[in-house]
Nanobody, 115 residues
Framework: QVQLVESGGGLGQPGGSLRLSCAAS????????MNWYRQAPGKKRELVATITTTGNTYYVDSVKGRFTISRDNARNAAYLQMNSLKPEDTAVYYC?????????WGQGIQVTVSS
């Protein structure tokens, strides 16, 4: 079992930055692939970024060059650095831990990009 808690969301300005954190507890964090998803109003949840157990990363095209996913296995934490924010980044962001047939989710955190 893995418990995930997101923090760091809120209001960001267009062109600005926010950093999301995901604190994990309850299992061996380093064994899990970590993902950040987001869901905007009226839209399906989409995968934003992935970091594997070996540190390989993946980004959806719309955030490439702007967002950076990272993890700190010693701190049982994952992060999403979001730069050059756009209004279309407004969504609820979810942290996800995945391994084999195991899948855990945080409660989600609101990110709103507006001037």
């Amino acid at each position: 079992q893995v418990q995930l808690v997101e923090s760091g969301g809120g209001l960001g300005q267009p062109g600005g930055s926010l950093r999301l954190s995901c604190a994990a507890s309850g299992s061996i964090f380093s064994l899990y692939i970590m993902n950040w998803y987001r869901q905007a109003p009226g839209k399906k949840r989409e995968l934003v970024a992935t970091i594997t157990t070996t540190g390989n990363t993946y980004y959806v095209d719309s955030v490439k060059g702007r967002f950076t996913i990272s993890r700190d296995n010693a701190r049982n934490a994952a992060y999403l650095q979001m730069n050059s924010l756009k209004p279309e980044d407004t969504a609820v962001y979810y942290c996800n831990a995945a391994r084999a047939n195991l899948d855990y989710w945080g409660q989600g955190i609101q990110v709103t990009v507006s001037s």
